[in-house]
């Protein structure tokens, strides 16, 4: 389980994150759903510690990571995955060499084991023939999906998406929404994700959070999330230029 | 006028601040290279960018080098009927000051800046973030080898860029300026000792650190898109030979 506390953080005079609490349940997938530039990437990398709170906690299991030294928090990371908004391979290795590179960093698997555990998770994300090509050389839709294997490769208790269907095609959109829900319900893992993706979200989400004005300001299951009546959430969930939330 | 204060203040904040990390950067990458597991083929792939990728450009430098120290000493030592010591004085300028220097700034021409650039360009991509959130300190993984590649590459260069730029003055001495090849030699070996040599590969080891240390700064820190990245090489460049020079005379001046 992981809490977020009170969670603020500004950058210079710029209120991004005013409050945030949320509490994410294990096992399930939340999706957290806002504007673009709200603060939805700001508010996932503190999760993984990228960025440190100003004030706040967020707790993994009852521990709070924003306390943590630099030991104890690297074995709290080696529970989470995490797949990046523009994927974030590395282009100085093959697509192979980006999927197995947890594996041969954390584990003592041979070569030999490792890829066979590659090829098995780029198929799943339905990616065949693709182990020697260079990030480079890559659709973007295909890279999500690189950075996506990369992501479950360990098989992580928490996987976290930014954006994983921003900038794809409808049908790829789709197939990725397919893929999460697949792979989620198979482990039983406990995905968080963040988009502005409404078909995403309905597709993939057990639970929603809608994050707006630097606090979540609905947080619940995704049928309950359908029905509520907060004209921001109805706004954005129709996707409609009329209503509360001002178009700048 | 109190802007004028203000500004400087800022500086200063921003010049303690840009130590302060580059000290902090090269206190952790040190602390790594004694921690295992080491990263052995990221240190030899780095070793192999700064060394062997640098040796054609340092050998073209260094043997030009000493062709024009040879012809320059030669015009200055005529003057005073001493021109068989023009072999003594090619060898112990590239010795000294020379090879080292010109090996360093070459080095930093060519590995600090592609160093910035990779670094910057994985920083801006969120590379360096990736490598984080998969549990691997990024310190260890990417600045460790390119340190301890400086640190042993600048050096083997720097002899190597003795030993072509005192071929080339040999080779201009002997050929072009009609000097006795044994009385060439021979002052060479009596004036010059392994101290000298030992001398420049002091200061050679210095300059691989800071070449290293200010490209994977620039690099590492790097932000604002391609445009930062553009910038953290022309830095790595500009900082690293500035750094290189000055340190050169305070080295100097304390080993004189
Ligand atoms: N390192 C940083 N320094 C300064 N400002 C930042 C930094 N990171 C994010 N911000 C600011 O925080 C705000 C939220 O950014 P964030 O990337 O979280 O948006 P987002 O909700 O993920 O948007 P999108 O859906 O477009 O990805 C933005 O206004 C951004 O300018
Ligand atoms: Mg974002």
């Given at each position: 389980m992981i809490e977020i506390i009170d969670l603020k953080k500004s950058f210079n005079v710029k209120v991004v994150l005013d409050g945030v609490d949320l509490a994410i349940e294990d096992g399930k997938t939340t999706v957290i759903i806002g504007r673009s530039g709200v603060g939805k990437s700001v508010l996932i990398k503190h999760i993984v510690g990228l960025l440190k709170p100003d004030s706040g906690k967020i707790l993994v299991d009852g521990k709070d990571i924003t306390k943590m030294g630099e030991r104890e928090f690297t074995e709290v990371l080696k529970r989470f995955g995490m797949l990046f908004q523009g994927a974030a391979?590395?282009?100085?290795?093959?697509v192979a060499g980006n999927v197995g590179f947890p594996l041969k960093e954390h584990t003592d698997l041979a070569d030999k084991d490792i890829r066979g555990i590659v090829t098995e998770k780029l198929r799943r994300v339905g990616?065949?023939?693709?182990?020697?090509?260079?990030?480079?050389?890559?659709s973007g839709g295909m890279k999500k999906r690189v950075g996506l294997a990369r992501a479950i490769v360990m098989d992580p208790e928490i996987v976290l998406f930014d954006?994983?269907?921003?900038?794809?095609d409808p049908i790829m959109s789709d197939s990725i929404a397919n893929l999460m829900s697949e792979t989620q319900k198979a482990l039983k893992t406990t995905y968080i994700a963040i988009t502005h993706d409404i078909a995403l979200t309905y597709k993939i989400a057990d639970m929603v959070a809608m994050i707006y004005e630097g606090k979540i300001i609905e947080h619940g299951a995704v049928e309950e999330m359908k029905k509520n009546a907060n004209p921001v959430l109805r706004q954005f969930l129709a996707g409609?230029?009329?209503?509360?939330i001002k178009v700048y | 006028m109190r802007e004028l204060f203000e500004r400087l203040g800022r500086m200063a904040v921003t010049a303690v601040t840009v130590t302060g990390n580059m000290f902090l950067i090269l206190a952790q990458a040190v602390y790594f290279i004694f921690i295992?597991?080491?990263k052995l083929r990221n240190i030899v792939k780095q070793m192999e960018f700064v060394g062997v990728k640098s040796l054609f450009v340092v050998i073209l430098t260094g043997s030009f080098t000493g062709m024009v120290l040879a012809m320059q000493s030669f015009n200055a030592l005529k003057r005073f009927g001493a021109e068989s010591l023009v072999g003594p004085t090619v060898a112990l300028s590239m010795a000294r000051e020379l090879g080292p220097v010109l090996t360093a700034l070459m080095v930093t021409g060519r590995a600090g800046s592609a160093m910035a650039t990779e670094l910057g360009t994985m920083r801006v991509t969120e590379q360096i973030d990736a490598l984080y959130t998969m549990a691997i300190n990024p310190v260890k993984y990417l600045i460790t080898p390119r340190i301890v590649a400086g640190l042993s590459m600048l050096p083997i260069l720097t002899v190597i860029t003795d030993f072509v730029g005192v071929i080339g003055g040999y080779f201009v001495g002997v050929?072009?300026?009609?000097?006795?090849p044994g009385v060439y030699i021979g002052r060479t070996v009596d004036f010059v000792n392994v101290d000298d040599i030992m001398y420049g590969v002091t200061k050679s080891f210095f300059f691989g650190l800071i070449i290293t240390l200010v490209a994977s700064y620039q690099g590492f820190y790097t932000t604002g898109g391609a445009e930062g990245v553009g910038r953290a090489a022309t830095n790595a460049v500009v900082v690293g030979c500035v750094l290189i020079l000055v340190s050169d005379y305070i080295l100097t001046s304390i080993m004189f």
């Open positions: 391979l590395f282009d100085s290795m093959t990616l065949v023939g693709v182990e020697d090509m260079m990030p480079a050389d890559l954006e994983p269907t921003t900038g794809l409609s230029a009329q209503g509360p | 295992p597991p080491y050929t072009l300026l009609n000097i006795n």
